[in-house]
């Protein structure tokens, strides 16, 4: 009884229970997600009923409408085109099926900005988890890598390490996308009194999640995770002198790992070597190279793809059969398209064309106009908005376009993507700042 009157259920607090869920599903699996998603969009529509629509619309919202009435508009254009040469390609009205699924994501951007402009979302919560699980990866990674064995018996592969992803190699990109919230629980949503912890827990955290994606043997979010840190460290100067220590206690734990384990070392050896090799292929255009990596050959394959379907693109998740249908393929060649082309603009062209291409980029530039510039180049309401600084940085990761990506208009992207962006437009819309709540 003590619990349920110190934390009464109310539809906050229910609603809360659910973005709190957020970082924990995405460690259960799509399925999971899908259901949090599901239960968020429609918990809020129930509770509050046609008030969630009722927000102001602005320039971004207009353009996001046009782009999902894309998605779906190439789903039927693209599907009628397999109808009409009698290809089940993955079944009769497959791709506009999957567009109509699809929208859940516009209504779970919708559901954000009417919980952030409501006062409904309580961010404590969602940094707590974030906190929370990141740490429980690391931690189970840095086990798995001594024991053989992560807690729930989980090998690793190879060089790689999955921790309690299992043979799904993604622990890395995780740690890399939900540990920075951590460093900034503290100065967020504690008392002052707190803050002298900040010495000690800032480096301990920073080491951990760094020393976890290494083991992880995830080489991409490595570089996007020391990216974050680094614009954090450049635009919050207060934030420096936590983390410098940090970075000089890592850089010789690095170089430890590096010299002494051998899996660390032919990881990361190799990703250098795959670095050198691309760019020598890409300036001499040497993309018959027998010798080219898998990720040139998958973005090598986007353009012959893009090309069919110019405009509005080739419908979402078809990239793998037009990429064996384009024209200049090797017809002798044994190698299979993979699902996407391994970057989110290159997907974006071939499923939703140029059209597509320019909705999402400039829903982006206007993304970073309203949070990036306008809290640190010009003045606005935003000069002391310190919650939106991890979602500015980690968007910033998310959408760097050189980098191998996963698939767009998969579970755990879209929603992860679509989860900063929610709250991005939510905080820098909001004419009284967010903090005043705390």
């Known amino acids: 009884m003590y619990l349920l009157s110190k934390f ?5 607090n229910y609603l809360n229970l659910l973005i709190f869920i957020i970082p924990v599903s995405f460690v259960a699996g799509n399925m999971i997600i899908n259901i949090n998603l599901i239960l968020l969009i429609l918990s809020t529509l129930l509770l509050h009923g046609k008030k969630v629509f009722k927000i102001k619309y602005f320039l971004v919202d207009k353009l996001f409408f046009a782009f999902f009435f894309l998605v779906l508009l190439t789903g039927i254009v693209n599907d009628y085109y397999f109808y009409s040469i009698s290809l089940a390609w ?25 919980l952030i402009e409501t006062n409904t979302l309580n961010f404590k919560y ?13 931690f189970d990674i840095i086990y798995q890598f ?24 993604i622990a890395g990109g995780y740690i890399q996308r939900f540990s920075i919230f951590s460093f900034f629980l503290i100065p967020l949503f504690y008392s002052e009194k707190y ?30 995770f020391l990216l974050t840190v680094t614009l954090i460290i450049i635009f919050q100067k ?4 936590y983390f410098f220590p940090s970075i000089i206690t890592f850089t010789l734990v690095l170089y430890l790992l590096f010299s002494f384990n051998s899996k660390v070392r032919e990881n990361f050896g190799g990703f250098y070597g795959q670095v050198s090799t691309m760019t020598i292929i890409v ?41 064996h249908e384009r024209s200049n393929i090797d017809k002798d060649s044994k190698f299979i398209c993979n699902m996407h082309p391994h970057n989110y603009y290159l997907e974006i062209l071939t499923e939703t064309g140029i059209v597509g291409f320019l909705l999402i980029f400039i ?31 980690l968007f910033i990761a998310e959408i760097f376009p050189i980098k191998s990506t996963g698939s767009f208009f998969t579970t755990g992207n879209t929603t992860y993507l679509f989860l900063l962006i929610g709250i991005l437009i939510g905080l820098a819309r909001k004419d009284i700042l967010i903090e005043k709540k705390y």
């Open 195 to 224: 803050l002298k912890y900040l010495k000690f827990t800032t480096p301990f955290l920073f080491i951990i999640f760094l020393i976890a994606i290494v083991l992880s043997g995830n080489r991409m979010p490595l570089l996007l």
């Open 146 to 169: 001594f024991n053989g064995t992560d807690i729930f018996g989980h090998k690793g592969i190879k060089n790689n390490l999955g921790g309690p992803f299992g043979d799904e190699l």
């Open 283 to 323: 300036l001499n255009k040497d993309f018959n190279n027998k010798n080219m990596p898998p990720y040139l050959k998958e973005f090598a394959s986007f353009h012959g793809t893009w090309l069919m379907n110019k405009y509005i693109g080739g419908g979402i998740k078809n990239f793998r059969y037009y990429c």
């Open 126 to 138: 969602f940094f707590t988890s974030c906190t929370l699980m990141s740490l429980f990866v690391s």
């Open 90 to 114: 993955k079944g009769y009205f497959a791709t506009i099926v999957k567009s109509v699924f699809f929208l859940k994501y516009l209504l779970f951007y919708i559901v954000l900005r009417y």
């Open 238 to 241: 207060h934030t420096r002198k």
């Open 363 to 393: 829903i982006f530039m206007i993304i970073l106009y309203l949070t990036f510039l306008k809290k640190y180049f010009m003045k606005s309401k935003l000069d002391d908005n310190k919650i939106i600084i991890a979602f500015i940085f």
């Open 8 to 12: 009464p259920i109310t539809k906050s």
